[in-house]
């Protein structure tokens, strides 16, 4: 009998244990930004967010401008997390250090966007939003730097622009009429303070493909 209550024990034992190691994994895949998250990005050197808007730039490209906006509410500032084109990552996975992506304005369905014209204010390169319905062409794709294996939430990353090598930047300069007071948002060459960014509020979706968290929206 008391071969049996101590194999019973270490049954009891070994269970605890399983559920423990897969709860504490179920812990660490929640704290990742995934696959078909809509989040906002916030630059933490210039406190603004990343946003956008069906208003052209009247130079360079032409194409939708993309700013950063110091106001927290605005449901212009929304980008969903997506694979890069012909290559899809799986709704819900981890996104991995280095993992190239695509981040698509929500409102108009445009990806994030850089090539070789030079910003408006700061004659960095200018960051546009490009495409229809979240099709755009091989310019639209970014990767994240950031440390370890997989984009932490509460982390600071950059985004290196595979195209042309810059990084999605702020560096204060501010537009007057039509969007006055908001940011210009470009590209630069080096890493450096204005170049990192966090996500804030959103929707961030788990492994099983419900949302986590729902903020604002």
């Known amino acids: 009998m008391e071969v049996v209550g101590t194999i019973r024990g270490l049954i009891r034992s070994l269970l ?7 709860c504490e994994g179920r812990d660490s895949e929640l704290s990742y ?3 078909g998250s809509l989040v906002k990005l916030f630059n933490t050197r210039h406190n603004v ?7 052209k730039y009247g130079s360079g490209s032409g194409q939708q ?4 906006v110091e106001n927290a509410d ?8 997506r694979g890069k084109p012909n290559n899809p990552c799986l709704r819900g996975a981890p996104i991995k250090c280095g993992q190239a992506i695509r981040i698509t304005h929500m409102k108009t369905g445009r990806n994030l966007h850089t090539h070789h014209f030079s910003s408006p204010l700061s004659n960095n390169q200018e960051v546009s939003a490009f495409g ?12 994240v730097q950031c440390e370890g294996i ?12 595979v195209g042309t090598d810059v990084f999605l930047s702020v560096t204060g300069e501010q537009y007057g ?8 948002v470009h590209g630069m060459s080096s890493p450096n303070q204005h170049n990192w960014w966090r996500t804030m509020e959103g929707v961030f979706i788990q492994p099983s493909q419900e949302p986590l968290r729902h903020d604002e929206l």
């Open 65 to 68: 401008s993309v700013t950063g």
């Open 150 to 161: 997989h984009w932490e939430r509460d982390e600071a990353v950059r985004f290196k622009h």
């Open 177 to 184: 009429h039509p969007i006055r007071g908001q940011r210009e």
């Open 49 to 55: 967010r990343l946003h956008s808007h069906d208003v």
């Open 33 to 35: 930004v995934t696959c």
């Open 132 to 143: 229809e319905n979240g099709e755009g062409d091989d310019l639209d794709v970014w990767t």
């Open 74 to 81: 605005d449901a212009n500032s929304y980008w969903q997390i």
């Open 16 to 22: 605890f244990l399983l559920l423990w190691s897969s």
